[in-house]
């Protein structure tokens, strides 16, 4: 994807504008469903470094992996609890949409997020 491309969280801007400063680190997210919204496009973007950074260490594996068969085609975000500038945790739920060959699929999760050294951290979810 190109910087000028839309980002893949689904929020109408671009790439380079949205998720990608988080990616790079050039700042972090203010919410949890920035974070959130970020994960999901690091996942279509295929950066597994980002997953594993901003997975909590608490409970972050060892590696993460991005399956590159698999296409994401779109994020719908059901509800968020909490997770707000000044918070210290959120729950994000959610929908991503993808495709892997001709079969399509949808991921729903309920994500918790928390924060730790200012920053926002995926820490679990339930997948439903």
Same mark, same amino acid.
């Given at each position: 994807?190109? =910087?000028?491309?839309? #980002?893949? #969280?689904?929020? *109408?801007?671009?790439? $380079?504008? #949205?998720? +990608?400063?988080?990616? &790079? /680190?050039?700042?972090?997210?203010?919410?949890?469903?920035?974070?959130?919204?970020?994960?999901?496009?690091?996942?279509?973007? /295929? !950066?597994?470094?980002? +997953?594993?950074?901003?997975? =909590?260490?608490? &409970?972050?594996?060892?590696?993460?992996?991005?399956?590159?068969?698999?296409?994401?085609?779109?994020?719908?975000?059901?509800? #968020?609890?909490? $997770? !707000?500038? /000044? !918070?210290?945790? *959120?729950?994000?739920? %959610?929908? @991503?949409? =993808?495709?892997? *060959?001709?079969?399509?699929? &949808? +991921? =729903?999760?309920?994500?918790? %997020? @928390?924060?730790?050294?200012?920053?926002?951290?995926?820490?679990? $979810?339930?997948?439903?």
């Amino acid at each position: 994807m190109r =910087h000028d491309d839309l #980002c893949p #969280c689904g929020s *109408g801007a671009q790439l $380079g504008r #949205c998720c +990608l400063p988080l990616h &790079t /680190g050039e700042r972090q997210a203010e919410t949890a469903e920035q974070l959130m919204r970020s994960r999901y496009s690091a996942y279509a973007v /295929g !950066d597994a470094d980002y +997953l594993w950074r901003t997975w =909590h260490p608490r &409970t972050r594996p060892e590696s993460v992996a991005v399956d590159p068969d698999i296409v994401w085609t779109g994020l719908e975000i059901v509800r #968020c609890v909490d $997770g !707000d500038p /000044g !918070d210290e945790q *959120g729950e994000v739920e %959610f929908r @991503a949409h =993808h495709r892997e *060959g001709r079969r399509t699929g &949808t +991921l =729903h999760e309920l994500s918790r %997020f @928390a924060v730790r050294a200012r920053q926002w951290f995926y820490v679990d $979810g339930d997948v439903s």
